[in-house]
């Protein structure tokens, strides 16, 4: 009787089971660092635009660049960090310096007795002063009242004294509709009217046409609802906006 033969197991060819879970992971492990670093990853051309700006702005050095690692290069420091927290700090000097020039604003306003008829406010850094369109124009004009330039005078001075800010004039009136026959086509043909003209006042007074623009807005953004006349009277208004801008044209 012959022996019987063990049947005898083949070896397994390639790599071993656990190979290709260890590959997995380490594959998964690569992604998520790729992932993490594009991520963390600074926009050089946008961080170069702000960043130079900001320096120039206060004081910095000319002419900063950025390199394709993030990293500023300026004459009297290469390779400085461009952070999150420094740029966090910049903006709070920026802010702090508007709260400042309103605080100065408002003292002034105080001491040529105009804050009854001018109304300044400060919001993230934009200050906006704010005119009731009775003290500029007539009823149904565009033109520029005479006592108008009492109460634009002072204004003129802010501008003059700030030429960092760059300067936006607003046009308001309320929801009622022009009249027919009107040499107006409606409400935002009129607000702009007065906007411009507003404007071509500050440009014929030394104010670089640059600084400033002019926008009419119709019965957008009311103060107050336009449920009695004594809101309208209110919505009716002409409002300049001024903002620390970078690289603003001064004059």
């Known amino acids: ?11 397994e060819e390639g790599s ?16 998520f660092f790729v992932l993490l670093f594009s991520m963390s990853t600074i926009e050089v051309v ?11 702005a206060f004081g910095g050095s000319e002419n900063p660049t950025v390199d394709f690692s993030g990293s500023m290069v300026s004459k009297e420091k290469d ?5 999150v927290l420094e740029l966090s700090r ?26 009854g008829s001018v109304s300044a406010v400060l919001d993230e850094g934009t200050i906006t002063l704010t ?11 565009e033109t520029l009242s005479e006592q108008a330039f009492t109460h634009l005078e002072p204004l003129l001075e802010i501008i003059r004294s700030n030429r960092e800010m760059m300067v936006s004039i607003k ?19 009129l607000s702009a009217l007065r906007a411009v003209n507003v404007l071509r006042w500050f440009i014929e007074n030394d104010i670089n046409p640059l600084r400033i623009t002019a926008t009419g807005m119709g019965d957008l953004n009311p103060l107050f609802p336009n449920d ?14 001024l903002e620390r801008t970078i690289h603003a044209p001064k004059k």
């Open 1 to 11: 009787m012959s022996e019987v033969e063990e049947p005898v197991e083949e070896e």
């Open 16 to 31: 071993p089971g656990w190979m290709a879970t260890f590959a997995d992971l380490v594959t998964l492990l690569l992604v």
């Open 46 to 56: 946008k961080a170069k635009a702000v960043f130079g700006s900001l320096r120039d």
């Open 79 to 83: 390779n400085t960090s461009l952070s």
């Open 90 to 115: 910049i903006r709070q000097e920026i802010l702090k310096t508007q709260e400042n020039t309103f605080n100065a604003v408002r003292s002034y306003l105080s001491k040529k007795a105009v804050e």
């Open 131 to 141: 005119i009731g369109d009775g003290l500029l124009f007539n009823p149904g004009e």
């Open 171 to 189: 046009g308001y009136t309320d929801n009622d509709e022009v009249p027919e026959g009107a040499r107006f086509k409606d409400n935002w043909e």
């Open 228 to 241: 009695t006349p004594e809101n309208q009277a209110k919505n009716r208004r002409v409002e300049f906006s």
